[in-house]
């Protein structure tokens, strides 16, 4: 009886998740974008097919396909899969994962894939945890992150790892997810509602998805298709991203500019960096 219920909360889970989740691939075919990592004949899809993956580090913005390709191989492998995230687990669950693998390897010869989303939120000492395993080949790791891995993965780990980049999504791309989420809405959209999509996504599958989902909702109280002005509402206010990378690109950008009297480029720089929260302590030391 308690597996009933529990087959059927997932059920309806999934009715309700995001259209993001529910859109998201299975297939190596089924993902969009990233041509130069999964296209026919690219080194990475080849490892995939063949289940030859050797530990990786996926590195790209938000929504570009990190966690789909990771749960691709998931379906893919025939070695055991596990997923952990650097959000909230600890040294501990990486020394669980490391037995557990070991057990398996020694009584069913079978090896294991360790999933490790926002790989870049572990510390020094917890990415160390991971050095053993990684060097021996007792787990695959894949470590997923939106943030350099030159600045906040550890030298000894980035060495044992291979690291691909994954791209924001184009427009094509962009589109294409554009229109698998109209068809799983059971709706429509004018064109100047899903070219703003397309524009204001900035590479971003999730956002475009979830802002689609938002929108049609709204179409569907309406009784009508989803209109540009149904697109503004769900889109709000979109942040501007702003990493480790931008951090200093965007300091540099700005001192550039002063330095060649450039006060247009002076003041763009600048606002960029308050409207992201830029402490203007920092800003003000490196005028000095």
Request: no cysteine; hydrophobic share 40%; charged share 25%.
């Amino acid at each position: 009886m308690t597996d009933l219920f529990a087959a059927a909360a997932e059920i309806r889970q999934s009715e309700r998740a995001p259209l993001a989740d529910r859109l998201r691939p299975i297939r190596l075919d089924d993902i969009v974008g990233q041509d130069h990592l999964l296209g026919e004949g690219r080194p990475l899809r080849g490892l995939i097919e063949a289940d030859t993956l050797g530990s990786i580090l996926l590195w790209g913005p938000p929504g570009t396909g990190k966690t789909t390709l990771a749960k691709v191989i998931a379906r893919t492998t025939e070695r055991v899969f596990e997923s952990l995230s650097a959000v909230n687990a600890s040294v501990k669950d990486v020394r669980l994962v490391l037995s557990q693998a070991q057990d398996r390897l020694g009584q069913h010869g079978q090896g294991t894939i360790l999933f490790l989303d926002e790989v870049h939120r572990f510390n020094k000492s917890q990415q160390d945890a991971l050095l053993p395993g990684v060097e021996t080949g007792l787990i695959t790791l894949i470590g997923a992150t939106t943030e350099n891995p030159n600045f906040e993965v550890n030298a000894a780990l980035r060495s044992r790892s291979t690291l691909f980049r994954l791209e924001p999504l184009e427009e094509p791309a962009l589109r294409q997810l554009v229109d698998r989420g109209l068809d799983a809405e059971g709706t429509t959209a004018s064109d100047d509602a899903i070219q703003l999509l397309v524009d204001r996504g900035a590479g971003d599958g999730r956002q475009v998805l979830t802002a689609l989902g938002v929108a049609s909702a709204l179409a569907k109280r309406d009784g009508g298709k989803i209109s540009l002005d149904q697109v503004e509402a769900a889109l709000g206010t979109k942040a501007i991203r702003y990493g480790q990378d931008d951090h200093y690109d965007v300091i540099s950008a700005f001192i550039k500019s002063i330095r060649g009297s450039d006060v247009d480029a002076g003041l763009y720089w600048l606002a960029r960096m308050l409207d992201a929260g830029e402490s203007a302590r920092f800003i003000a030391r490196r005028l000095v």
